[in-house]
T-cell receptor, first 113, second 114 residues
Framework: GAGVSQSPRYKVAKRGQDVALRCDPI?????LFWYQQALGQGPEFLTY????????KSGLPSDRFFAERPEGSVSTLKIQRTQQEDSAVYLC???????????FGEGSRLTVL | AQSVTQLGSHVSVSEGALVLLRCNYS??????LFWYVQYPNQGLQLLLK??????LVKGINGFEAEFKKSETSFHLTKPSAHMSDAAEYFC????????????FGQGTTLQVKP
């Protein structure tokens, strides 16, 4: 597709369930980022990949959060044993390189009950 | 360490009036500064960016911003508001090394009244 695609767009999970959020970046984009946006807040950086290498995961809030990009294209953000405070929109963004413009997907809205 | 403060979580203007959204930053390194717009249920779209070239930056949809180092500000302006400008606006800062790792402000909701 022409833009960054994220799925699912909406996910409702019961507390304690595991969830997986998928990001399809723009074809050829080397850099991929995940951000978390809580209601009424600005996005907060979670993690960054350059190709398949996860170069920065300093923003992941706990060890329940895990991200991968095994083939340097599609990325998955996994949240284990979800908690209510994990409720947020998870945004994926990609770019041609570290100094290039970011293109954001529409986000995956996670609601944990 | 870097941070961004957006003054005013809500701004309301009349159609045709000047838009001014305020952003102040803190950065220990020369900053790259950005303004993004977010429409409901959509991702963020880049409006404009400052990367140490000209201090007055022009962006899309008639928006512009001026980098003022002495005031550590990067306010966003548009001479005449349009109804379609109603959205959430985010100011962001990054270190010069990686312009994808952004620190965002809390956002400002712009309301445009007819």
């Amino acid at each position: 597709g022409a833009g960054v695609s994220q799925s699912p767009r909406y996910k409702v999970a019961k507390r304690g369930q595991d969830v997986a959020l998928r990001c399809d970046p723009i074809s050829g984009h080397v850099s991929l980022f995940w951000y978390q946006q809580a209601l009424g807040q600005g996005p907060e950086f979670l993690t960054y990949f350059q190709n398949e290498a996860q170069l920065d995961k300093s923003g992941l809030p706990s060890d329940r959060f895990f991200a991968e990009r095994p083939e340097g294209s599609v990325s998955t953000l996994k949240i284990q044993r979800t908690q209510q405070e994990d409720s947020a929109v998870y945004l994926c963004a990609s770019s041609l390189g570290v100094s290039r413009e970011l293109f954001f997907g529409e986000g995956s809205r996670l609601t944990v009950l | 360490a870097q941070s961004v403060t957006q003054l005013g979580s809500h701004v309301s203007v009349s159609e045709g009036a000047l838009v001014l959204l305020r952003c102040n930053y803190s950065s220990s390194v020369p900053p790259y500064l950005f303004w993004y717009v977010q429409y409901p249920n959509q991702g963020l779209q880049l409006l404009l960016k400052y990367t140490s070239a000209a201090t007055l930056v022009k962006g899309i949809n008639g928006f512009e911003a001026e980098f003022k180092k002495s005031e550590t500000s990067f306010h966003l302006t548009k001479p005449s508001a349009h109804m379609s400008d109603a959205a959430e606006y985010f100011c962001a800062v990054s270190g010069s090394g990686n312009t994808g790792k952004l620190i965002f402000g809390q956002g400002t909701t712009l309301q445009v009244k007819p």
